[in-house]
């Protein structure tokens, strides 16, 4: 599976490399009226995929963080509650006590 992710990446960044060389054009954004941002077109594409992708990511690990540590909480629940429960040793002690009747 991480062959898979490499060749992934890999691929990725050589279509980035061959998206930069062949339009590494200037780009006019007017963000404002009175603003101008003058920036390559590879620069407002890499920003444009790191504004969708870093949210996302977050969202992604935030979940993944705040199910981890549920998952660690009910196991150390459940194994608290077996460690609690009577054995069948001392079941079998508990059954075999005689009982005072009043």
Known sequence: MKVLRTI???LVIA???AFTAANWNPVEVRIWQGLVLD???PALVVFAFLAGLVPTWLVYRTTRWRLGKRIA???ANL???ASASLTSTQLDAAASQPTETP
Do not use: D, G, M, R
């Open 8 to 10: 992934f990446w890999v």
């Open 15 to 17: 279509l980035l490399a």
């Open 39 to 41: 920036t390559k077109l």
């Open 73 to 75: 909480q009910l196991e």
């Open 79 to 81: 194994a608290a509650q």
